[in-house]
């Protein structure tokens, strides 16, 4: 196996550090290398895929659909897939992946590592609830794990950030599908509490919230809630992606400019909604077709702030959004979420509330904002999400996930050397119970 030496950043490129990889294509190949983080396509906006202090081992050539059952709708797929891969392949056949995140690009790895949620997660849960068996190398030698047969190293690696030991396959339980294309309403909100009244009412199956997060005084909160249904209408032909060609400059996301797109993209629906036919792609993962949007925060790159909290905290979250209003710091990237009680490891992020996230530049004083939100979250027994950290403290995080101590124990048992930790286990202190 061939090691290259690289510079490589996590999807926000605040973070980069430079160290050796390797890519092995076929599972005799990853079981001859030394225990080492995996990563996928590093699509986690802070230090959970990188690590400065030794290898890693990227997994997105082990990529392969292993089988799949017509009739339980059973799909088993190596690690390095990806879940818009899946998607194009399978939605043809009449089946979805139960939960998709906000990304095609993710892993199946990844997705399982990270426990990833979806605009569904009230009426399904999160994604690791879907899977019924992983394959797991630990120093050389993989092992089939389930709810039955290991339920405690199960729920460990679920939401594990791959502390476990390296993810190779999994099996996953597909829904049925009756089309290709997303019936949406798309329906314009005034202000906050309309926004989550929506939000509590809407009985569709996929439902988000998109906020002006610039917007202040009556109009905090205003938006557009999507709606969505999946339709029987075959798939349209998918629109060529574009690309960010160059990294942007620092003005490019400037509060002018924001406040201007703001203002554009609130007002392309009308103020008595409208209905949209769109491609799954096209709805499920918004921003993969513009490929290297990351580029757009310039060379600093970015940090997203991604909380939850209890739905009787939601004035915490009306305040926190006041504030990042008021900072003028907030990129047209900010989404609101109502969340069920779904989750299925030990450190996955879900729990019944409201979920935002907000990107924000990388500046000193975007890192202050976020250390204050941070705060206000832990006061308000909420937590934030380790996909998209970079910046918590360790004593934050771990008073916010409850079963962290069982967590930290079965990852000791699992890989008791440290092999498989990264930035993020380190500056979190997550292995120390």
Not at 69 to 82: F, I, R, S
Not at 123 to 140: C, D, E, P, T
Not at 261 to 275: C, E, H, I, K, Q
Not at 406 to 421: F, H, Q, R, S, V
Request: net charge positive; aromatic share 6%.
């Amino acid at each position: 196996m061939i090691w290259n030496h690289l510079t490589y950043s996590s999807w926000g490129r605040a973070l980069a550090v430079t160290g050796d990889i390797a890519r092995p294509e076929r599972i005799s190949a990853l079981r001859a290398l030394p225990a080492a983080p995996a990563i996928g396509n590093r699509r986690s906006y802070g230090d959970a895929c990188i690590n400065g202090a030794g290898p890693v081992i990227d997994m997105t050539r082990l990529d392969r659909l292993l089988s799949f059952d017509e009739d339980t709708g059973v799909l088993e797929a190596e690690a390095g897939v990806t879940l818009g891969e899946i998607t194009r392949l399978m939605a043809p056949r009449g089946w979805l992946l139960p939960v998709l995140p906000g990304t095609g690009f993710a892993t199946l790895g990844g997705a399982i590592a990270m426990d990833v949620h979806g605009k569904n997660h009230q009426n399904a849960g999160s994604f690791g609830q879907h899977v019924s068996a992983i394959r797991l190398m630990q120093k050389g030698k993989a092992r089939q794990i389930t709810a039955k047969s290991a339920p405690t190293l199960m729920r460990a690696t679920i939401g594990g950030l791959g502390q476990t030991g390296v993810i190779v396959s999994a099996r996953v339980q597909m829904i049925p599908v009756s089309g290709e294309t997303m019936q949406v309403r798309e329906s314009r909100v005034t202000g906050w509490d309309e926004h989550i009244a929506l939000l509590d009412a809407s009985e569709a199956t996929y439902t988000v919230g998109w906020l002006d997060a610039g917007a202040r005084g009556a109009a905090l909160g205003r938006g557009i809630v999507e709606e969505g249904e999946i339709g029987p209408d075959p798939a349209r032909p998918p629109r060529s992606p574009h690309t960010v060609p160059l990294t942007a400059p620092h003005w490019a996301l400037s509060k002018p400019i924001v406040r201007a797109f703001n203002a554009l993209y609130y007002r392309r629906v009308p103020a008595a909604g409208r209905t949209v036919t769109k491609r799954l792609e096209d709805y499920f993962f918004p921003l993969d077709k513009i490929h290297d949007w990351n580029r757009l925060y310039g060379r600093r790159g970015f940090h997203q702030f991604q909380c939850v909290v209890p739905p009787e905290k939601a004035t915490a979250l009306h305040a926190m959004l006041s504030r990042i209003a008021d900072s003028g710091l907030a990129s047209p990237l900010a989404v609101l979420k109502r969340l069920g009680p779904g989750r299925g490891g030990m450190m996955s992020f879900p729990m019944e509330g409201y979920t935002l996230a907000v990107d924000f530049p990388n500046r000193a004083r975007a890192r202050d904002l976020i250390a204050s939100l941070e705060s206000d979250v832990s006061e308000a027994g909420g937590r934030l999400y380790l996909a998209k950290d970079a910046l918590a403290a360790p004593d934050t995080i771990r008073a916010m996930y409850p079963e962290h101590a069982d967590w930290a124990a079965a990852a000791a048992k699992a890989d008791p050397d440290g092999a498989l930790e990264t930035d993020m286990t380190r500056r979190l202190a997550l292995r120390r119970t």
